[in-house]
């Protein structure tokens, strides 16, 4: 399969659809804090992404299983990604929390995540947080024109193990656009040189998948829900990438950060 190549009307669409997707994470993340339940942040989560005129891209989104149920994805502590939010799941001192929003806007989707603490959290698993967000900005310096997806895998993979941590092998980053899923994969793990040749114009969901302890996962009975298999904590960061002749370009970024923006 090919990678879409968007034109200036796609990329100005995608340019929306991402800041909208970035907007409404980023009014959710004052809101975790302990006691609150992830059912509180889906629909404030809901409320945002109806607000900002977009739609979620989850919502009755199929896999290969049952249509997802809920407009976000939250994800505390073993959760890796695709935990359904619950009014009985109480967030607690010293969890993590993962935020995954992906929205439709004018037929293109933007797609992004962030893990944060909750409260007062080990050291350990705030480096966790820390170790996987920044290799999330090392793929992302890896996504230009000219490179391969596998230069992107193999940096992750390479800072994340060189923390001692494990990358998540079961779940991938993806090309995004006017749909959820497009071509490439992009895996968390890999060999540099290898994997499809970056091209301007492609939009790529960058997203690591990082465990405390070992790589495997498995989806719980809901269908959905990730989690790892030791039980250990996991952390997700997710932006939405632009390729260009003058590098990679964060796509996934608040309208209230934009020059010019009014939101
Ligand atoms: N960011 C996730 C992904 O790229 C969001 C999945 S939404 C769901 O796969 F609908 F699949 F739950
Ligand atoms: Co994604």
């Known amino acids: 399969m090919t990678i879409p190549i968007k034109n200036k009307e796609g990329i100005a669409r995608m340019r929306e659809a991402c800041a909208i997707a970035a907007t409404v994470l980023d009014k959710l993340k004052p809101l975790v804090r302990p006691g609150i339940t992830t059912q ?26 049952r249509p997802y149920p809920a407009h976000t994805c939250i994800s505390v502590n073993e959760e890796v990604v695709h935990g359904i939010p619950s009014f009985r799941r ?7 929390v993962s935020l995954d929003i992906v929205v439709w806007h004018n037929g293109y989707v933007g797609d992004n995540a962030f893990t944060m603490p909750v409260g007062a959290v080990d050291p ?9 967000r920044e290799a999330l900005d090392l793929g992302i310096r890896e996504a230009v024109v000219g490179n391969r997806i596998g230069d992107i895998s193999a940096t992750i993979q390479r800072y994340v193990e060189g923390h001692g941590f494990s990358v998540v092998r079961d779940m991938v980053g993806h090309g995004v656009g006017t749909s ?3 071509p490439p994969e992009i895996p968390n793990f890999g060999r540099k040189g290898t994997g499809e040749k970056i091209k301007p114009g492609m939009t790529l969901a960058i997203e690591p998948m990082v465990n ?3 790589h495997r996962t498995k989806i719980l009975s809901d269908g959905w829900t990730c989690v790892t298999a030791d039980g250990s904590p996991s952390a997700h960061f997710e932006h939405t990438v632009l390729t260009t002749e ?7 970024v608040p309208l209230a950060q934009i020059p010019g923006s009014v939101s």
């Open 180 to 182: 959820m899923h497009e």
């Open 212 to 214: 405390l302890g070992g």
């Open 90 to 96: 109480v967030l607690h001192d010293g969890d993590v």
């Open 246 to 252: 003058n590098g990679p370009e964060i796509l996934t």
């Open 124 to 132: 350990t698993v705030l480096k966790l947080l820390r170790v996987t």
């Open 40 to 65: 509180d942040l889906e629909e404030a989560g809901r409320d945002w992404i109806a607000r900002l005129g977009a739609r979620s891209a989850c919502y009755g989104y199929r896999g290969s299983n």
